[in-house]
C-alpha cells in the first residue's frame, strides 16, 4: 500500500516509511505502526523532516490546530535505519 511522505511529497511503499502521530501535541515516532489516531508518514531522511517541519505538514497531516512540540522527531540516519528494520 503505497504513502506519501509529508516532507517531499513522494509516494512509497508503507514499509519504505516512517509513521508519526501527535501524543498531546507532541509529535513522536510509531515504531510498530499501530499506534490509535490519525498519523502522518515520512521518509527517513533529515531532509524530509527538515522540509515538513518547516511547512507545518505534521499539523495539516495529523488535522491539528494548535502549535505542535516536534524537538522529540530528531533521528540520525542509522537510527531510522534501525526503525525500518524493525517492522521487516
Known sequence: MNRTCV??????????????VSKSNVL???PNK??????A?????SDCLTLAIQRNAFGRALRLSKQID????VFTKEQA????????
Open 28 to 30: 513522536a515516532f510509531d
Open 41 to 45: 508518514w515520512i521518509h527517513p531522511s
Open 70 to 73: 516536534s524537538s522529540g522527531l
Open 7 to 20: 516532507g517531499c511529497r513522494q509516494r512509497s511503499q508503507r514499509a519504505d516509511l516512517l509513521r508519526v
Open 81 to 88: 535505519e534501525t526503525m525500518l528494520a524493525k517492522n521487516e
Open 34 to 39: 499501530t499506534m490509535p489516531g490519525r498519523g
